[in-house]
């Protein structure tokens, strides 16, 4: 590795290289948004069962 640059344009395919790691990154952080959004949904609904039984 020459340069910091020869390595950032990653031989002439950085778009395709960098785009994919952004998608990646992109979809990887919706997956966990929508785990913790179901985590919270689901405490919900247990502490209101929690609260139906007694």
Do not use: C, I, P
Request: net charge positive; no cysteine; hydrophobic share 50%.
């Amino acid at each position: 590795m020459e340069s910091l640059g020869e390595f950032l344009a990653m031989g002439g395919y950085a778009a395709y290289v960098w785009s994919s790691y952004a998608l990646s990154a992109a979809v990887l952080a919706g997956l966990w948004l929508t785990a913790l959004r179901r985590k919270r949904d689901s405490r919900r609904k247990v502490a209101a069962l929690n609260e139906d039984r007694q």
